[in-house]
């Protein structure tokens, strides 16, 4: 049997892999990587699987937006850290979705529901299950972060989200109680998905959630610094970009 799997995050593609290589369920013979939209839109193309699990939100934009480009009559294991809306829409079509951070347990459910359903699979509720889901408000701003810890998947909710850092070739998440993990994307990237509301980027370095922010000094017009709370852990000092000094002030007013 030949699976994709379409996720950006490496921790959650390693993670799942590693499960499905172990378990006894469905025989896998191949695993396709695609690590974004524009991959698995390639891949479709030409090629197909017997079985998909498939990230709603990806690095260039929402998975499902796959569906505008190929036609895919494949069953779908959807993979998703947003429990609400998509809960409900899933629940109503059948259609079955692994709530990130999720345990073997819980995949070998939806291995055994994908041999219950697959001999006479209906695509049409999956396209109906789309469909409602990209009419759901503000899609692609992320709620919850995944992290390893050990040997597991940790999810951490936006709230809980002190702020993220930049050091070297890595980036990393400061929880609000202080804990700090390793985070698989880079700066750049993660702060076009980041509710604009609650993080800023003040720097090339650091996103701040604005409720870790526990002063602000105005050393000048043109020197704005940021004390957090928890503090980072290498005693950095934060300052503001000058460019954003305007914008970041404007920010924290709203």
């Known amino acids: 049997m030949k699976i994709a799997i379409i996720e950006d995050e490496l921790l959650a593609v390693n993670y799942l892999k590693n499960l499905l290589d172990i378990q006894n369920i469905v025989p896998v013979t191949e695993t396709v990587i695609l690590r974004s939209k ?7 193309e030409h090629h197909t699987a017997d079985l998909i699990f498939m990230d709603i ?6 998975s499902l937006e796959i569906f505008e ?6 069953p779908i294991i959807f993979i998703t850290a947003f429990d609400e809306y998509a809960m ?20 070998h459910k939806a291995l055994q529901k994908f041999i219950s ?22 899609p692609e701003v992320m709620k919850r972060f995944m992290v390893r810890e050990g040997n597991k998947l940790k999810s951490i909710d936006e709230h809980n989200t002190a702020y993220f850092f930049a050091s070297g070739k890595y980036l990393f998440l400061t929880t609000m109680d202080h804990q700090t993990y390793i985070y698989d994307d880079t700066i750049k990237d ?3 998905r980041l509710n604009p509301q609650m993080f800023f980027k003040v720097n090339r370095k650091f996103i701040i ?31 503001v970009s000058k460019r954003q000094i305007t914008e970041c002030l404007n920010w924290l007013k709203s």
């Open 117 to 138: 359903i697959r001999s006479n699979f209906d695509p049409e509720p999956l396209l109906k299950s789309v469909s409602a889901l990209r009419r759901s408000d503000d």
């Open 209 to 239: 959630n604005k409720n870790a922010i526990a002063e602000i000094i105005k050393h000048s017009s043109q020197k704005v610094e940021l004390k957090l709370s928890p503090e980072p852990e290498t005693s950095t000092e934060v300052y």
């Open 88 to 107: 409900r829409v899933f629940r109503h079509f059948t259609i079955d979705y692994l709530l990130k951070p999720f345990e073997e347990e819980d995949l």
């Open 69 to 74: 480009y190929v036609e895919l009559f494949t």
């Open 38 to 44: 524009k991959q698995a839109i390639e891949f479709f």
């Open 57 to 62: 939100h990806l690095g260039d934009g929402m």
């Open 190 to 192: 993660i702060i076009h």
